[in-house]
């Protein structure tokens, strides 16, 4: 029972619908400027040109340790996954709205670590090779909507995963204050969010380093908070009695496209759960790094 536990719960907490722990908000996010920042003032404002095109790759690190019964279990290092995005703008609006496409490219999966784990992240990523969908995102970085392909033969599995990438398209950028900001400038955006089957609220607070033209570097402080809930994974039915996570990262943002130029992000979260009569504290620790062109 424990195995096939932590198999599950390896899985589920590696898979493209929990890739970076910063999945869809639920309601629209709210952004709330702390500080407008020193010297000179602008509105940040993404505007890619109709036909531009970018390559995404994005890496995944975790290490996931469980605490059973008051025993500790050995940590498992997740196997290291990189995924590969192309998107391309396909609409600009009067207002600024972004239309965009993007289509799934093969992913990888390091070797090391849990084998079941490995095999598993490989058969998920070989599914979702191919899969194409289209977005609309705000000159703000607020996506209005995202839709994926889903192949009428997709099996239920293949349907979960899917609706991960499309949740995900729901934080493809970084929200931008309406307000005009300076060099110093601090605001966040706080979201209640969905995923795997878990909801939880989210504050993401942003800072302004530096602006150089169309290019601005941000610094980034990630809370989030889960109150008691049940969560149903591939069979398996988990009280979770809290959750708190806590991460931190830089972003390298080019306002002429949606995704970042460079992003790095690391995040420890910390949970208490019910589980198969046991209960049981898990710690996810995970790193991401995201690179485009």
């Known amino acids: 029972m424990k195995r096939a536990l932590l198999v599950v719960l390896v899985v589920a907490f590696s898979s493209p619908a929990f890739a970076d722990r910063i999945a869809a908000p639920a309601g629209g996010p709210k952004v709330e400027v702390l500080d407008a920042g020193k010297?000179?003032?602008?509105?940040?404002r993404f505007a890619?040109?109709?036909?531009?095109?970018?390559?995404?790759?994005?890496?995944?690190?975790?290490?996931?340790?469980?605490?059973?019964?008051?025993?500790a279990m050995p940590a498992t290092d997740v196997p290291e996954t990189r995924?590969?995005?192309?998107?391309?703008?396909?609409?600009?609006?009067?207002?600024?709205?972004?239309?965009?496409?993007?289509?799934?490219?093969?992913?990888?999966?390091?070797?090391?670590?849990?084998?079941?784990?490995?095999?598993?992240?490989?058969?998920?990523?070989?599914?979702?090779?191919?899969?194409?969908?289209?977005?609309v995102v705000t000159n703000t970085g607020i996506t209005k909507s995202a839709d994926i392909k889903v192949p009428a033969s997709a099996d239920p599995q293949m349907k979960e995963m899917l609706d991960g990438i499309k949740q995900n398209m729901n934080q493809l950028?970084?929200?931008?204050?309406?307000?005009?900001v300076g060099v110093g400038a601090k605001w966040k955006v706080t979201s209640q969010i969905s995923m795997n089957g878990m909801t939880l609220t989210q504050v993401a607070s942003f800072e302004l380093k530096d602006v150089k033209g169309d290019v601005v570097s941000l610094a980034v402080k990630i809370d989030q908070k889960?109150?008691?809930?049940?969560?149903?994974?591939?069979?398996?039915?988990?009280?979770?009695?809290?959750?708190?996570?806590?991460?931190?990262?830089?972003?390298?943002?080019?306002?002429?496209?949606?995704?970042?130029?460079?992003a790095s992000m690391s995040l420890v979260s910390k949970s208490v759960m019910k589980a198969g009569g046991q209960g049981f504290d898990m710690k996810l620790t995970l790193g991401m790094d995201i690179e485009s062109k």
């Open 39 to 44: 010297g000179a003032k602008k509105q940040l």
């Open 48 to 71: 890619p040109k109709v036909g531009s095109t970018s390559t995404m790759v994005m890496k995944t690190r975790m290490n996931l340790a469980l605490t059973m019964g008051g025993r």
């Open 83 to 135: 995924m590969t995005m192309d998107m391309k703008v396909t609409s600009v609006s009067p207002s600024g709205d972004v239309g965009i496409a993007f289509t799934m490219k093969k992913g990888e999966v390091d070797p090391a670590g849990l084998p079941a784990a490995v095999s598993a992240m490989k058969q998920v990523l070989a599914k979702i090779e191919g899969t194409t969908g289209t977005g």
């Open 173 to 180: 950028a970084a929200p931008l204050p309406q307000e005009a």
């Open 226 to 262: 889960a109150s008691n809930q049940v969560i149903v994974k591939d069979g398996i039915t988990v009280d979770l009695i809290s959750a708190d996570g806590a991460g931190s990262g830089e972003q390298l943002v080019d306002l002429t496209k949606l995704v970042p130029t460079k």
